[in-house]
């Protein structure tokens, strides 16, 4: 079993929907990271977690520390959003990313 | 002016030989890392050096060996190549290496052996 689990693998959007991406992981983390690669295949950071929730245009990030579950929700999604992301935690005691398998998403317009 | 910057961007090679896979960050962060992401794109940590010593080594090869002259800079040489080494090799960077840390990744390296 995966420590880290991301639903869905793939998903299909047309232009304008509520996207929500979600992470579950098996045991105690200091924080949690939202990666998106691009298709090209570049990687870049959306968002660090420790608590609660972050928003950063239109990209919301939510954590439930007690229930080990994070989601990445896009509003209004558009093409350009089309990318793998990926949640990535860090356990506890430790200092290194465990990825998740990674959601691609594509935005049809 | 890029952040990390990996050479090269691609490498083919033959199966037996000895290459190196070159990262630099102009960012001023003490703390780098090597990731592999493998056919299935999953990326895995191989890697990570703070301030030019090893923090975090990974189970990988002997014949994988990072080398980091200086802060800014962690070069990776694979020795021996087999076919399995074929991936998008990936290095990054954070301040310090915490768990909170942004990490800034590099364009990647794909590595093809042949």
């Known amino acids: 079993k995966n420590e880290v689990e991301q639903s869905p693998q793939n998903l299909t959007a047309q232009e304008g929907e509520f996207i929500t991406i979600n992470c579950s992981y098996s045991v105690g983390i200091s924080a949690l990271h939202w990666l998106q690669q691009h298709p090209g295949g570049g990687i870049v950071s959306l968002f660090m977690?420790?608590?609660g929730k972050k928003k950063h245009g239109r990209l919301i990030a939510t954590i439930n520390i007690q229930e080990k579950h994070s989601s990445l929700h896009i509003t209004a999604s558009h093409p350009r959003d089309s990318a793998v992301y990926i949640c990535a935690p860090v356990f506890s005691g430790t200092y290194k990313y465990i990825f998740g398998t990674g959601t691609r998403l594509k935005v049809l317009a | 002016d890029t952040a990390v910057s990996q050479t090269p961007k691609y490498l083919v090679t033959q199966m037996g030989n000895d290459k190196s896979i070159k990262c630099e960050q102009n960012?001023?962060?003490?703390?780098m890392y090597w990731y592999k992401q493998d056919s299935k794109k999953f990326l895995k940590i191989m890697f990570s050096?703070?301030?030019?010593?090893?923090?975090i080594n990974e189970t990988v090869p002997n014949r994988f060996s990072p080398k980091s002259p200086d802060k800014a800079h962690l070069n990776l040489h694979i020795n021996s190549l087999e076919l399995g080494d074929s991936a998008v090799y990936f290095c990054a960077s954070s301040q310090d290496g915490s768990s909170t840390d942004t990490q800034y990744f590099g364009p990647g390296t794909r590595l093809t052996v042949l």
């Open positions: 977690l420790s608590s």
């Open positions: 050096y703070n301030n030019k010593e090893l923090i």
């Open positions: 960012l001023g962060h003490d703390t």
